[in-house]
């Protein structure tokens, strides 16, 4: 439904976007994560024909973004980031302009005007002005807009800033629903989000992609590595040295806990090396009272980005 | 070309419910209003609008349009609602001629009141119909081109306030300021500036005579001005 390659976007000397490509299937929900000024909202708005690409190509449904630009937004819900509406205008009067716009007939209009507007849950207020809204209820006007012509492919830019939590659950669920009948892109700094309802997640960090994949794989691939906690009862030291003779292991730390030795390991890659500890302590004769492995989570990791500590290369793998 | 409607009714609607609208036209009419009574409407005088159409409407609306024109697309901008409209499937040229139509029937809508004058001249006097016909075209054409300014100034900024200086500043030149150098001028500079002159091309249509060049010269200057202004918009993608 959308294909991106090689997208790159500069404005003067800073480069927005270096180099992205991916692909959203029909049907899928994917989430665009990355932190403030990641490339986010710019590459979302080469999607939708707002700002033409610098290098690159993407197209959406089919057609290409710069050289079939109406055909593409003839096929794309969007929901700006901040939702910008006409303050002066009424709800229901808002989205029969913009029913017109997309060329919908008055009475087909008419009719998905109530459908969206008891969607998005703003049938009390489609005789308000939008300028008397609270922010979540613009943010909800938006939303009915950009699904009001029924596009096959809905963009949405930040849909969940500035809303209160129950708002927050409300549109996910929203989107979730939404992905039944259209593809949805959609963009976030916040990662429990997106892990929540995205079939895929695109993690980008400096223009780049730097992850890419269905959350949970993800998880595992981008988990740094594993820790293992092993607690045996024995002699200390030479617990430490036979353990961090194993295959597989990385480094061993040890702490004596009420005659316990608690050792926290290191695994090289993503080798599991439970078996053979427990196999040293078996044959050692030592007790074993606890043996559990930690995986480090997507979360950790995208933390690390998002506090600038990783400025990982260009993303040039498979996808996860 | 059916979205042209839309956006122009939209702007058409937006302008009665700002402020601005109203005090723009309440200015105008008391204007115009008080000229009347004082210049034309008195014994004696020549029952002809001439008193008004020759020089005193041109100046006011050299400081009216501007005032309706600058929120045209600045406001757009201002709030960010450029970009949904322009991720609508909705062309450039859509934008600027629904913005302009828009402008162009709240215009005719302010020219419809001044209607009365010329009954009024026609209960008490009698009036020249050709020549008030020839007068409300000169001024529609006039009007249409100082809006076509306006909403290229408009394209160019988020800010209102720079939006209606800018316009005022460049029909400022065409009115006045090119009358004025002519004066010191002879041959051929003094013909083209001649032609910059604003108002050498409209003097003809308040005293009664439609002459093909001017109404050629307000066509252009006004598709000019809008080809101007939809390349601007054009533009603004690419930064």
Known sequence: MIRVRNLVKRFGLVTAVDGISFDVEKGQVVGFLGPNGAGKTTTIRILTGYHPATEGSASVAGFDVLTQSLEVRRRIGYLPESAPLYPEMRVREYLRFRSKLHGMPSAEAAKAIDGVVGRCWLSEFVNRPIGQLS?????????????????????????????????????????????????????????????????????????????????????????????????????????????????????????????????TIRARGRDDVREGIYKLASQKGWGLREIRRELDSLEDYYLKITSGAMDEGRFSGARA | MKHVSTLAGRELSVYFLSPIAYVVLTIFLAVSGVLFITQVFSPGAESSLRGLSNEVWPIILVFMLPMITMRLLSDEFRSGTIETLMTAPVTDADVVLGKFLGAMVFYLVILATTFVYPVLLMIWGSVDWGMAFSTYLGLILLGGFFISVGLFFSAWTSNQVIAVVCSFMLLAVLMFLARYLGGFLSGLPRMLVQHVDVRYHYQDFARGAVVLNHVVYFVTVTALFLFLTVKTLESRRWR
């Open chain 1, 135 to 263: 922010k979540g209820m613009r943010q909800r006007v938006g939303l009915a807009d950009a699904i009001l012509h029924d596009p096959d492919v809905l963009i949405l830019d930040e849909p969940t800033v500035g809303l209160d939590p129950t708002q927050i659950r409300e549109s996910l669920s929203l989107i979730r629903e939404l992905s039944e009948r259209h593809t949805v892109l959609f963009s976030s700094h916040i990662l429990p989000q997106v892990e929540q309802i995205c079939d895929e997640v695109i993690i980008i960090n400096r223009g780049r992609i730097v992850a890419y994949g269905a959350p949970k794989r993800l998880g595992e691939e981008k988990a740094a590595g594993s820790r293992l906690i092993a607690e045996i009862r024995g002699p200390g030291a030479e617990i430490e040295r036979a353990v961090g003779a194993l295959a597989g292991v990385e480094s061993v730390e040890r702490q004596t806990h009420d005659g316990w030795e608690r050792l």
